[in-house]
């Protein structure tokens, strides 16, 4: 399907854009009649993107008659706005009060490989709920595969819903192989990365990790472990860990709240682009 | 409230578990009378991982019976995962065919600084649908302020819904600086990344780019964009892209669809670990 080969703007020419549907090309400044869930839509990604920068003094935002003048939106796309904003758990609006921030995100760099404690320090202390610890005498099949280790060789299995300060923030679920396992699963596990346990009592520095990010929706049982509802989103991340020799000892799980966390990286252009 | 201090697993002891609620401390081997919704989950994500993997040869799941043998998990719950699994999107099942991935997602690095494009070279040709492509006279203060240049600079709007082989995969809502965004305008905006045609434009390369991720649920205007159900996990991405002299001169709110992409990146360890 090809939908875009008739709306490229011409080179030098005023620029065009498509309608919603219809496919012709209609001058920029249709922008004006644009429907509501659209206007919705910008008006919330700017506020969000306040709300992460911290942008609003004692986190209250503006009235909605500000808000619109701001953004040249009616009241009602600026009320839908703030609508998704609420459901996303980011603000809440009182009678007499206002719309105020929740509060801000905290923010876990990807850009260094840190555990939760460490990626949050200054914030508060996190503590850890630990919900299963324990020796497996056999991994499962494509947890083996990803440690590089024969099922049979078995492993340890931890799953903790991490803490800061009284709220709820991931839910790891991690492997670790026997050998660097036995000394974590000795170690301070209510109250100490898995990261610097594993540093510690292997006394190998760890090396890099493969991270995938997946966003999904909360599934029953995150939803009660994280206090949030089902259907809200959530992180879904596969981290797998190697020591500082390349080999891999610890792969995770980890789901993360939305609402409360976001995820942060510094990216370098680097290399010459390929020409697209 | 610390609902932890009493879970630790004792140094040397034989590692426990607290109970789903109790808070009493059970052996590990309670582990299997552990209820139905959470060994769904855990079954999901060691299959959601092995879908990303492209683990399953032919992209076929194997039947209810073996994913039970293999995760130690009853076949409900098993039903129950592979159910959280086809709302995501992930799979589809039918009768007498089985399980089926419907398609590996795309993965997008975050390692280094490139356009969808250039991210999906070799994946297929991304083709742009340019739904907004205008000069404004003036900023809104939010975006003017991210650009450190005055409202009444004005700038460049672009709004695209970014297509791979017939599917939608993101909504980008770029604003420029008024002195770079003019060559972009005039550049083929359905065929090329913004980040090329601004090297192109301006003769500079792009130097670091700041990126929060977010993980929300579709809103309406943005699941009819992107052929996804209203409520449906989607990654809110803001990047602000600066030329490699510091200045910044793109900022984006992009919306990902993260039923068909996952974001990747290698991250290391570098500096020594704080102590947590």
Chains 1, 2 share one sequence.
Not at 59 to 85: C, K, M, T
Not at 238 to 244: A, G, I, K
């Amino acid at each position: 399907m090809n939908r875009t080969a008739d709306v490229t703007s011409g080179k030098g020419e005023r620029p065009v854009v498509p309608g919603p549907s219809s496919g012709r090309n209609v001058p920029a400044d249709w922008v004006s009649s644009r429907p509501r869930a659209e206007r919705a839509r910008r008006v919330a990604d700017a506020l969000r993107q306040q709300i992460t920068t911290g942008g609003f003094v004692d986190g209250v935002l503006p009235d909605e008659h500000s808000l619109g003048r701001q953004f040249g939106a009616s009241r009602n796309a600026v009320r839908e706005a703030l609508g998704l904003l609420r459901q996303e758990g980011l603000i809440a609006r009182r009678r007499g009060v206002g719309t105020t921030v929740v509060m801000p995100k905290y923010g876990h760099g990807l850009d260094r490989l840190a555990g939760l404690a460490e990626a949050l320090t200054g914030y508060g202390t996190v503590i850890n709920e630990v919900r299963v610890a324990e020796i497996v005498p056999e991994l499962p099949a494509a947890i083996a595969e990803r440690l590089q280790v024969p099922a049979t060789a078995g492993g340890v299995h931890l799953e903790r819903v991490r803490w800061l300060d009284g709220l709820p923030l991931s839910l790891d679920t991690t492997y670790l192989t026997a050998d660097v396992g036995a000394g974590v699963l000795a170690g301070d596990l209510a109250g100490r990365d898995v990261f610097t346990l594993l540093e510690e009592t292997t006394g190998c520095r760890l090396g890099r990790a493969d991270v995938v990010v997946h966003a999904v929706t909360a599934d029953p049982d995150t939803a009660a472990l994280l206090g949030i509802g089902v259907g809200a989103a959530v992180f879904a991340l596969e981290r797998l860990t190697h020591l500082s020799d390349g080999r891999p000892v610890d792969t995770e799980s980890i789901r993360i709240r939305a609402d409360r966390m976001a995820l942060r990286a510094t990216m370098h252009r680097g290399q010459p682009a390929v020409s697209d």
